[in-house]
Nanobody, 118 residues
Framework: QVQLVVSGGGLVQPGGSLRLSCAAS????????MSWYRQPSGKERALVAC????????NYADSVKGLFTISRDNAKSMVTLQMSTLKPEDTALYYC???????????WGQGTPVIVSS
């Protein structure tokens, strides 16, 4: 089965940086687009960034452009989210996601908290 295991969440000061990692297994990682979502308390889950399959292109939510960087290491079946200049508004549960296609459903990792506070 598809498994997505997230690590790297925690508490960080405003203006600081944090790196989230998502270790994937159970599928051919390089062939799938991967995404990061986040869900602030009381709000809808929203897309943060995605990276297309293989060595593919990236897309970001407007709020994180120039601040967050999504990347992937296909040899390690790993997707990362490097977050810089963090703001309190970035506080949320962050999720690793493999979007589904017409044949397989989407898959979600366990949410990991990112708390931006002094």
């Amino acid at each position: 089965q598809v498994q997505l295991v997230v690590s790297g969440g925690g508490l960080v000061q405003p203006g600081g940086s944090l790196r989230l990692s998502c270790a994937a297994s159970g599928f051919v990682f390089s062939l799938w687009t991967m995404s990061w979502y986040r869900q602030p308390s009381g709000k809808e889950r929203a897309l943060v960034a995605c990276i297309s399959r293989y060595a593919g292109s990236t897309n970001y939510a407007d709020s994180v452009k120039g601040l967050f960087t999504i990347s992937r290491d296909n040899a390690k079946s790993m997707v990362t989210l490097q977050m810089s200049t963090l703001k309190p508004e970035d506080t949320a549960l962050y999720y690793c996601n493999r979007p589904g296609d017409g044949y397989e459903p989407g898959s979600w990792g366990q949410g990991t908290p990112v708390i931006v506070s002094s």
